[in-house]
């Protein structure tokens, strides 16, 4: 049985997590606004399953692999934070564009949106560190079955990431118009924004904790 503090916590982070600038927020917003709400939905398809490779992955000694390669962890952990900084980069630079700025970008075909959508969340450094370091830590071993913890506790982040994820699709367009009407606020959010990715990936780069393991 997962006890409940368990399934609070893994909420609660997975809440902050997704409330988080970074690249699937980006990609969802990015799709919506250029293609429309369809094109998000199925690239938030591609990311759900990309959360699901994470879930099967490391409740099946993904994280063990790490335990073992410490180095590899470090490798992804890296080029995570590099990635976050080169987002963060984009948006900070001089002449750099909201993420809600309308922009003309080719339209993709459904195949092509789901299969950003999956390799955008694979590539998410904060999804692999909260399936390699935050879940585990919520796993209790006297609750038992530590297996059927991990794919609950998984789940629960899945449930908070997609519900968010979805409402950022839904509402893109609109919170787009509004603030195009708004150039100063829309530059200020191109700032948070990437000051927010800039901390991030020094968080990321910084990080010493390593990967728990799950079985």
């Known amino acids: ?3 409940l503090s368990g399934v609070l916590g893994v909420a609660m982070i997975a809440l902050g997590m997704v409330l ?9 917003v990015s799709r ?7 094109a998000g939905v199925v690239s938030l398809g591609g ?4 959360f699901l490779v994470y879930l099967v992955a490391t409740n099946l000694g993904l994280s063990v692999v790490f335990l073992a390669v410490p180095e590899l962890y470090v490798a992804v952990k890296l080029a995570g934070a590099g990635y976050l900084a080169y987002l963060a980069w984009t948006a900070l630079r001089p002449g750099g564009v909201s993420v809600f700025a309308p922009k ?5 075909s459904a195949r092509r949106l789901f299969t950003m ?5 694979l590539l998410n450094p904060k999804i692999a560190i909260m399936y390699l370091s935050l879940i585990p830590q919520f796993i209790s071993l006297e609750a038992g079955n530590v297996l059927l913890q991990g794919f609950v506790l998984g789940s629960v982040q899945i449930v908070v990431a997609l519900t968010v994820n979805l409402g950022i699709v839904l509402a893109a367009g609109a919170i787009a118009v509004f603030l195009a009407r708004r150039p100063s606020w829309l530059r200020a959010q191109r700032y948070l924004m990437g000051t927010a990715l800039g901390l991030l990936a020094v968080s990321v780069a910084t990080d010493t904790s390593a990967p728990a393991a799950s079985d």
């Open 20 to 28: 988080t600038p970074g690249p699937n927020m980006i990609y969802l």
């Open 117 to 121: 959508g999956l390799m955008t969340n």
């Open 32 to 38: 919506s606004i250029t293609q429309g709400r369809r």
């Open 1 to 3: 049985m997962v006890e």
């Open 104 to 108: 003309e970008m080719p339209h993709d």
């Open 47 to 50: 990311v759900a399953v990309g």
